[in-house]
């Protein structure tokens, strides 16, 4: 079965035919198409989500699956059941795939390896894997520039607690862009530096093609790192004042959700050159063609 665990799995080849079906998908509009009728998808969201619950939702809808929602809350995990007999139990109903958001720690790619039959596709968790934003990203930074190979892309803010980091790392070097991280020295993930320099905060966006701007995950910190917003926004944020200073051609990319006002000015979030809405929409072809790739890794025992 095909599961998409994280970008790092992924070879070249696969996301080069993964980024071809989204451009397939979203150019096939609202054309009557649906592959998949008949089959079921389960989401399993046990962090909160709009972008990637929803637009998993329209794209499984789009491909004629039939959706489950899951309510953590009135499901039997509130009995104690864990996750791997949760879909063992969704496997016996004849559910076909499994779209999971959750918090640490990390146990999908083990879990991949104890089913049979389902198929388990990661939607985001803990602060390690978010691999359908990270293809989204990549196709989007396709669309604008056409070649992604010798792009500087600035991930700056809080890179420690970053899942969207984390994947987009791995595809964006596949893709021979340069990564570049930068944000509060509270916030640096020292492992990551092996693979992508540190820059001074004026450095990144000086360089960059794409500044993309990460929330601070205040959920995930224990004390509280900054006294306000504004002093966050002065020191480290995307203000109007360092958009003037990113290259004339550079474009403003945010995984969403955005906090206006922290770590991207209000007015920036829909500019001209904010690439924030459309990396929302073009999550709906891309996790067309997940879900198309991972209904086609093989048939159900
Ligand atoms: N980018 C992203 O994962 O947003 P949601 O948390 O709203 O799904």
Request: aromatic share 6%; glycine share 8%.
């Amino acid at each position: 079965l095909h599961h998409l665990i994280d970008t790092k799995d992924l070879s070249r080849e696969e996301i080069d035919h993964l980024l071809e079906r989204a451009r397939y998908w979203e150019g096939k509009g609202e054309a009557e198409e649906s592959p998949f009728r008949g089959r079921f998808a389960a989401n399993l969201f046990f962090e909160p989500s709009t972008r990637t619950r929803f637009s998993f939702e329209v794209a499984e809808r789009r491909l004629g699956m039939e959706v489950l929602r899951f309510e953590e809350g009135t499901s039997s995990t509130v009995k104690g059941e864990s996750l791997l007999d949760t879909l063992r139990t969704l496997e016996a109903l004849g559910v076909d795939v499994a779209v999971i958001r959750r918090g640490a720690p990390d146990i999908l790619g083990e879990l991949a390896r104890r089913i049979r039959d389902i198929r388990l596709v990661n939607a985001g968790e803990g602060c390690t894997a978010h691999p359908t934003q990270a293809l989204l990203d990549l196709y989007t930074l396709q669309k604008h520039f056409g070649e992604v190979k010798g792009l500087t892309v600035a991930m700056i803010g809080d890179l420690r607690h970053s899942r969207v980091v984390r994947s987009n790392l791995w595809s964006l070097k596949t893709f021979g862009a340069r990564v570049i991280l930068s944000g509060p020295e509270s916030m640096r993930a020292p492992e990551l530096e092996e693979y992508a320099p540190y820059v001074p905060l004026e450095e990144a966006i000086r360089q960059a093609d794409a500044v993309m701007m990460l929330r601070v995950q205040l959920e995930r910190h224990r004390e509280a790192l900054f006294s306000s917003a504004e002093e966050y926004h002065r020191a480290y944020g995307l203000t109007v004042e360092r958009f003037a200073r990113m290259s004339p051609h550079a474009v403003i990319m945010h995984p969403g959700p955005v906090n206006r006002g922290v770590e991207i000015a209000d007015e920036l979030v829909e500019h001209p050159r904010s690439k924030i809405f459309e990396q929302m929409a073009c999550g709906v072809p891309v996790r067309m063609a997940v879900l198309e790739w991972a209904m086609e890794g093989g048939e159900r025992g």
